[in-house]
């Protein structure tokens, strides 16, 4: 296994990004319809925060009458700076996949924005490491 690669190997490129303009309604259809789990929040080119899929569902607490799922009634009380992980730790594109994964371990994230300086290159989550440790034993 190859130590010192960049995270940009596995790296998720061209994300989607949502403002803090956007809706809790925006980002609960862009995670579903993407099939994502994370989104970064940006102000301009600058990472503000971090948005997941479990974030929304914590505040998602009614059932419905229908059983289509979880009712929204806190998406219309709340923001995305409200809901959203602030002062987000990023790695930069040439970090090695092994920092990376400490940092992930450490801190126990679930993902984290990729920069190249300070402009947003992509996402690198904890399935990305399995898959990459997978193609790695195969």
Known sequence: MKKREPISKIMTPNIKTVNQTNTLYDVKDMLEEEQFHHVP??????????????????ISFINTVDGQGLTTAMYDALTIEQ??????????????IHDVAVTLAKNQFHALPVMDGDKLMGIVTTTDLIDYLIEQYN
């Not at 929040?41 to 914590?58: A, F, H, I, P, Y």
């Open 41 to 58: 929040v940006v102000s301009g080119d600058k990472v503000v925060g971090m948005l997941s899929k479990t974030d929304l569902q914590k």
């Open 83 to 96: 809901v959203m992980t602030k002062d987000v730790e990023t790695v930069q594109k040439t970090d090695t």
